[in-house]
């Protein structure tokens, strides 16, 4: 049996893609300073390189998903 967290599910990003009427929803970041990094030396723009290069954001991948999400849209 696998390991899960009890309440896993999709990132931020990939709920608003989900639940949304609009194909491009406006997504303001706040103090992305202070996002602490998941591997030591990251920054957080590269964090969110895959959502904030168009070529990438056609093809974002949520790891709960674990499918692409389509994300280009997103302002």
Known sequence: MATAWRAAGPDKIAQLLIDSDCTSPVVVID???KASPITP???PVQ???SLLERE???HFQDEFLEIPVRA???I
Do not use: F, P, V, Y
């Open 31 to 33: 103090e992305i300073e």
């Open 47 to 49: 964090m969110l390189h």
């Open 72 to 74: 280009e849209g997103i």
């Open 56 to 58: 990438n954001s056609q």
């Open 41 to 43: 030396g990251e920054t």
